[in-house]
């Protein structure tokens, strides 16, 4: 007799998966967890003051695996949802977003095709947006605020917290900024230009739509 035939509470059922969606989820993080940490295996992981390339992939690899784990264990411990049918635009929409921030964050070449490097002032947001609409709810306003909020977080982070290695802007920006601003200055004052550019469309669009509202109302009466 299978485990599954044995009644709730026996021993038989002690590894049954009870919570499919939290053991397939919980099986892809712990798979993308390892294969991250195999590709970084031969980059140098530095030290806090002097991080590596390594370091920062590493770790959330290992975050990233722990979480999988936890989940695993949840789907023998706990009831829950069981796998529903895939959508294929989710898959699209995520594998779109990697390739464009791929191939704009650094220069790219490929026969008669030449991007220059954009740098994360524009790969950061066009990752964000695109991803956003792996789900029918996507809403671009709200894309492009959160996109306008969260890259100038990573470039500030990454780029002059941290001083990882990372592409933030391409040249050509520089030259928009006084001659003698240095790098960090010009990443600093776009970072700071980005958040106001998401607080602005963010009061504009709840002003429009309480305008929206008050007519709405004004209609109805």
């Not at 998966?17 to 892809?28: C, D, E, K, T, V």
């Not at 635009?89 to 095709?113: C, E, K, Q, S, W």
Request: charged fraction near 10%; aromatic fraction near 8%; charge should be positive.
């Amino acid at each position: 007799m299978s485990a599954a035939h044995h009644r709730p509470g026996s021993p038989g059922r002690r590894w049954v998966i009870r919570a499919p969606q939290n053991f397939a989820g919980g099986s892809l993080l712990i798979a993308l967890a390892i294969l991250a940490l195999s590709l970084t295996q031969g980059l140098p992981q530095g030290t806090l003051r002097s991080m590596g390339p390594a370091m920062l992939p590493d770790w959330l690899a290992v975050g990233v695996g722990l979480s999988g784990l936890a989940l695993v264990a949840s789907s023998f411990l706990t009831d829950g949802e069981p796998l529903e049918r895939w959508s294929l635009r989710g898959v699209i929409f995520i594998m779109l977003a990697i390739i464009g921030f791929a191939i704009t964050i650094r220069p790219f070449v490929l026969g008669p095709i030449a991007i220059p490097g954009l740098g994360l002032v524009v790969a950061g947001p066009l990752a964000i947006i695109v991803s956003g609409y792996a789900t029918n709810e996507a809403r671009l306003r709200e894309l492009v605020i959160l996109a306008l909020s969260l890259t100038p977080f990573c470039m500030l982070l990454f780029g002059d917290l941290l001083n990882l290695p990372i592409p933030i802007f391409p040249q050509s920006l520089v030259g928009l900024f006084p001659a003698d601003w240095s790098q960090k200055d010009v990443l600093r004052a776009t970072a700071v230009i980005m958040i106001v550019a998401a607080a602005v469309v963010f009061f504009v669009g709840r002003r429009k739509h309480a305008q929206g509202g008050v007519a709405a109302q004004g209609g109805s009466v």
